[in-house]
């Protein structure tokens, strides 16, 4: 059964910084997933953050751009998502999903994590 766990958010002031990680397990190969970080507000639509292919090729929102980066570490089956400047409208619950295409669709998706950010 594939599980995917959320750690690291947490409330930060405008202007700071907070480290998510993702830990896969369950997959036979977690290399072979292309992974993503997703986040919703309250009231509004679940939206892409940062994605990150198998090759380590990597797209973020315009409004992160230059502030968030998203890596992976395949011998740990992790992925994280480094979030600098952050500004109250980052404010969210931060999903990670690992999704593969091969055949059927495998797409499968963490709990979430709070992340506030407030002065």
């Known amino acids: 059964q594939v599980r995917l766990v959320e750690s690291g958010g947490g409330s930060v002031q405008p202007g700071g910084s907070l480290r998510l990680s993702c830990a896969a397990s369950?997959?036979?190969?977690?290399?072979?997933?292309?992974m993503g970080w997703y986040r919703q507000a309250p009231g509004k639509q679940r939206e892409l953050v940062a994605s990150?292919?198998?090759?380590?090729?990597?797209k973020y929102a315009d409004s992160v751009k230059d502030r968030f980066t998203i890596s992976r570490v395949n011998a740990k089956n992790t992925v994280y998502l480094q979030m600098n400047s952050l500004k109250a409208e980052d404010t969210a619950v931060y999903y990670c999903?690992?999704?593969?295409?091969?055949?059927?669709?495998?797409?499968?998706w963490g709990q979430g994590t709070q992340v506030t950010v407030s002065s």
């Open positions: 999903n690992a999704y593969r295409k091969d055949g059927i669709i495998f797409d499968y």
């Open positions: 369950g997959m036979v190969f977690f290399s072979v997933y292309a």
């Open positions: 990150i292919t198998t090759g380590g090729t990597t």
